[in-house]
T-cell receptor, first 112, second 114 residues
């Protein structure tokens, strides 16, 4: 089944403790992206990647890192999480430009 | 600046009633437009898209949307709402050919009264 898989689905952590949210897609898509969703703000893009070893900042990149060492994986790294990064995070992928995004089921992160 | 606006934060309709969710965009050319739906605890699922051609597009789950260039709008409609349609709906657009960058509206939450 074609899908975007995020792990974990839920994560509670404390300020400053490094964490990684994994994202994997099995559709051989070139493009991958991370979004955060907050009430009243919709979805905002954090980082995106056009292909392996090619990443770029989205609208709200501060406090986040990403890597794209393989085509299928695009992990989101929070080196020193803070409470304002408490949010619902989505990974998405697309096979070519102008194509609709395929979304994962989300990771709900709480930073205390 | 490029943007997409969903004027209604929350809409409540009775089951069986018709539905229209509004979406307006701000862009100098014709964007590529999408509607996504997010059910509670789920990711976003594509309902329909408009790239060019016929301005009335059909999507999944009985939804349709109409692109109106003169009004910079891409409103989503459904003739008869089902209780399972209760969800949050997002309008989004790509800024044109060769783009991956999707800009989302802030969403409209739909509640359905049985």
């Amino acid at each position: 089944e074609a899908q975007v898989t995020q792990n974990p689905r839920y994560l509670i952590t404390v300020t400053g403790k490094k964490l990684t949210v994994t994202c994997s897609q099995n559709m051989n898509h070139e493009y991958m992206s991370w979004y955060r969703q907050d009430p009243g703000l919709g979805l905002r893009q954090i980082y995106y990647s056009m292909n392996v070893e090619v990443t770029d900042k989205g609208d709200v990149p501060e406090g986040y890192k990403v890597s794209r060492k393989e085509k299928r994986n695009f992990p989101l790294i929070l080196e020193s999480p803070s409470p304002n990064q408490t949010s619902l995070y989505f990974c998405a992928s697309a096979d070519r430009e102008n194509s609709p995004l395929h979304f994962g089921n989300g990771t709900r992160l709480t930073v205390t | 600046a490029q943007s997409v606006t969903q004027p209604d934060i929350h809409i409540t309709v009775s089951e069986g009633a018709s539905l229209e969710l509004r979406c307006n965009y701000s862009y100098g050319a014709t964007p590529y437009l999408f509607w996504y739906v997010q059910s509670p605890g789920q990711g976003l699922q594509l309902l329909l898209k408009y790239f060019s051609g016929d301005t009335l597009v059909q999507g999944i789950k009985g939804f349709e949307a109409e692109f109106k260039r003169s009004q910079s709008s891409f409103n989503l409609r459904k003739p008869s709402v089902h209780w399972s349609d209760a969800a949050e709906y997002f309008c989004a657009f790509l800024s044109g050919a060769g783009s991956y960058q999707l800009t989302f509206g802030k969403g409209t939450k739909l509640s359905v009264i049985p």
